[in-house]
Nanobody, 123 residues
């Protein structure tokens, strides 16, 4: 069993930055692939980025160059640094975990999910 708790969301102006964190409890965090997803109102859940236990990363095209995913295995924590934020980045952001090393963009391949943290970007 893995429990995930996101934090760091909030209200920011366009062009600003936020750093999201995801604290994980349970065993073997360092062996999991971790992902960030987001969901805006009336839209499907969307892949943002993923990182595996070897720190291999994979980003959605629209996030490349603006968002950076990282992890601290000693602290069982996942991060998402978001820069140059746009109003269209407004969403609830979720972290999720899956077994294996594949940095999958498919939500269905992730077993454990956090409750989400709201990010609102004003224009």
């Amino acid at each position: 069993q893995v429990q995930l708790v996101e934090s760091g969301g909030g209200l920011v102006q366009a062009g600003g930055s936020l750093r999201l964190s995801c604290a994980a409890s349970g065993r073997a965090f360092s062996s999991y692939t971790m992902g960030w997803f987001r969901q805006a109102p009336e839209k499907e859940r969307e892949f943002v980025a993923a990182i595996n236990w070897m720190s291999g990363t994979y980003y959605a095209d629209s996030m490349k160059g603006r968002f950076t995913i990282s992890r601290d295995n000693a602290q069982n924590t996942l991060f998402l640094q978001m820069n140059s934020l746009k109003p269209e980045d407004t969403a609830v952001y979720y972290c999720a975990s899956r077994s294996g090393s594949r940095t999958s963009p498919q939500p269905g391949e992730y077993r454990y999910w956090g409750q989400g943290t709201q990010v609102t970007v004003s224009s």
